[in-house]
């Protein structure tokens, strides 16, 4: 350990040198942030996707996820956190008012939903890779069941830029920065952040409660409390999202995803979607003429691999993410444990920029060790205590094998992570990076200032039911939202930007030479081509 501690402080130094700490100006950023639509009344909306904003299956900032009903705002790769989040506030304010009364939902557990039927499967048009999205959709539905996919989340895009890589890279392996070590440097960063995952459900959790509708069905063993007229809670739950409960997949726990290298972790996601799985050949083949999932295997695809992080390279069409990696390597992380945050309108706050610029670069300066079969199981079973009983005082995790508090760990990060924000705070001649860590800091000091503890500190001095603040909350984000003037996109721009991408649609659609049944054997008969 004295050893990790002296050679992160060696590296911290070497960050700090101006050539290197010159370089962290060119952090891009970007926000896909998932929220459902739902009526007046606080229920889902049933209406489909609004032409007025475009074709989900080519519109570059506004899309659908698993549902109709679910849309999904992305932003692109961008320096300036104030720029970001300016443009998603724009594309907000589009969104909701191209969808006459309808709202958008501000937590990432859905509004109550009586039946899983009442959620729509998004549909992406005609053509063969809309309709193979739409089905990829129809197995999600039929292995996990639509609740789960009716689950919103906040996804933080980060990277570091290429000159920033060619100095890292050298003074620390005696390398050149190219598709192979810089992948080697984004998988170091990754082995970290899962080691301290933990720490982003207890500062950014928001879903301790969940509407009763949502568990109708299902056994739990999770010792829920009752608030309202039937909201369910755990009193130190931080993100229901994460939990067993939530946006994870108990039919994957044996799968050993392998982050050492991004040669092993292909050749892992390769052998899930290759491995036909007993549990989901009940979905074999068509039912009624309809296909009922794209395959049998463990994965579908790639993308129904459940993680807190992912690495990413941008696909080209039809490409698959395990051979653009495999191609082009690393080019950005995607960080996927936030949960939305209902006490912004945008589901997500400025200060959360700062925060997870200083946590990632922490986790690239920080020597990162290969994972074991153990230390990787060990950074599930940390998160799962984390999300299900993050803010119990007496709460401890593992590490390295040995039993610590919470509090204690998070003191020691920390103490990394202050480091790590005077460089960029001094680098950028700002004080922001080393103001969101204090004030993040406060959160571990008393966990009521946690978002969470906010949440649930509401729904109980009020014996209000977890739907009710949620449509009050939407409510007053779409009035806000509307008196919002736009800053980057106007309504002109994004008017336009639909109809371009309905337009692209169309040529897709026409370009079709062969049947879906042909595409869908080519597709998986050239899968690792």
Known sequence: ???????????????????????????????????????????????????????????????????????????????????????????????????????????????????????????????????????YREGLKNRYGSMMQAIAGVHFNFSLPDTFWDLWINKTQGSENNKETKSAAYFAMIRNYRRFCWLIPYLYGASPAICSSFVKGKSTTLPFKTIGKGSLYLPYATSLRMSDLGYTNSAQSGLMTCYNQVDTYIESLRKAISTPSDVFEKFAGKKDGQYQQLNSNVLQIENELYSPIRPKQPTKPLEKPTDALQARGVEYIEVRALDVNPFSDIGIERNQFFFLDVFLV?????????????????????????????????LTLTKDEETIAMTQWAATVFDGMRQVAKVLDSNLDVPEYSLAVEHEWQKILDPEKTPSAKVLAILLANDKDNGVLGLELASSYKARLHDTDYQFFDADMLSKHAMSSLEDQRQIEESDTVGFDQFLSDYFTYQFA
């Not at 299956?57 to 506004?62: C, G, N, R, S, V």
């Not at 922490?362 to 803010?391: I, Q």
Request: charged residues 25%.
């Open 362 to 394: 922490y986790c690239v300066v920080m020597p990162s060790p290969d994972m074991t079969t153990d230390s990787y199981r060990e950074t599930e079973m940390n998160l799962r205590a984390v999300v299900d009983h993050g803010r119990d005082p007496s």
């Open 1 to 135: 350990m004295q050893t990790l501690e002296k050679d992160f402080a060696e590296r911290v130094a070497l960050l700090a040198k101006e050539d290197l700490a010159s370089t962290l100006t060119g952090i891009c950023h970007g926000i896909e942030r998932e929220a459902l639509r739902i009526q007046p009344n606080g229920k889902l909306a049933q209406t489909p996707h609004n032409e007025k904003l475009g074709a989900a299956l080519t519109h570059e900032y506004i899309t659908t996820d698993f549902s109709e009903s679910l849309l999904e705002f992305i932003t692109p790769p961008e320096q300036d956190a104030d720029k970001t989040m300016g443009q998603l506030r724009d594309v907000h304010k589009f969104a909701l008012a191209n969808i006459d009364d309808e709202c958008l939902w501000p937590m990432s557990m859905p509004c109550y939903i009586d039946d899983q039927d009442e959620i729509p499967i998004a549909q992406f048009g005609s053509s063969n890779v809309g309709k193979m999205k739409s089905l």
